[in-house]
C-alpha cells in the first residue's frame, strides 16, 4: 500500500514562495500519475498539477501556469511542486495523490481535473498566503 507524505507547506506573503514535497513508500513514480490538488473551505478539490508516467510531461491549472511547477526524483521517490509568485487565492490544503497501478487511458489533463481517479493520497499541507 502507497504512502505519501507532503511537506514543506506554511505562511508565506503574497509574491513568495514555497515548495512542496511528496514523499512516496512503495511507489514507483514513472507508472504513475502523480498530482498536486489543493482544497480551500468551501470549494471543491482542484487539481493543480500534475505529472504523467514515463515521459514526465506536466498539467497545470490555467490559475497556476507560469507560477507553478511540478517535477520529480525518481531516485528519491518524490514529486515537488514549486511555487512561485504566490496569490493569496492559492490558500488551500495541498494534497498530493497518486493514480490507480491499473490506470485508463484518460489524458493527463482530463484525470488531474477529476480527483476520483486517484486512489492513494497523502494527508495534506497548508498554504496560507497572507499579508
Known amino acids: 500500500q502507497v504512502q505519501l507524505v507532503e511537506s514543506g507547506g506554511g505562511l508565506v506573503q503574497p509574491g513568495g514562495s514555497l515548495r512542496l514535497s511528496c514523499a512516496a513508500s512503495t511507489l514507483t513514480l514513472n507508472r504513475h500519475v502523480v498530482g498536486w490538488f489543493r482544497q480551500a473551505p468551501g470549494k471543491e478539490r482542484e487539481g493543480v498539477a500534475c505529472i504523467s508516467r514515463s515521459d514526465g510531461s506536466t498539467y497545470y491549472t490555467d490559475s497556476v501556469k507560469g507560477r507553478f511547477a511540478i517535477s520529480r526524483d525518481i531516485a528519491k521517490n518524490t514529486v515537488y511542486l514549486q511555487m512561485n509568485s504566490l496569490k493569496p487565492e492559492d490558500t488551500a490544503v495541498y494534497y498530493c495523490?497518486?493514480?490507480?497501478?491499473?490506470?485508463?487511458?484518460?489524458?493527463?489533463?482530463?484525470?488531474?481535473?477529476?480527483?476520483?481517479?486517484?486512489?492513494?493520497w497523502g494527508h495534506g499541507a497548508q498554504v496560507t498566503v497572507s499579508s
Open positions: 495523490a497518486a493514480d490507480s497501478p491499473n490506470p485508463g487511458t484518460s489524458p493527463l489533463a482530463t484525470m488531474c481535473k477529476y480527483w476520483p481517479l486517484f486512489d492513494s
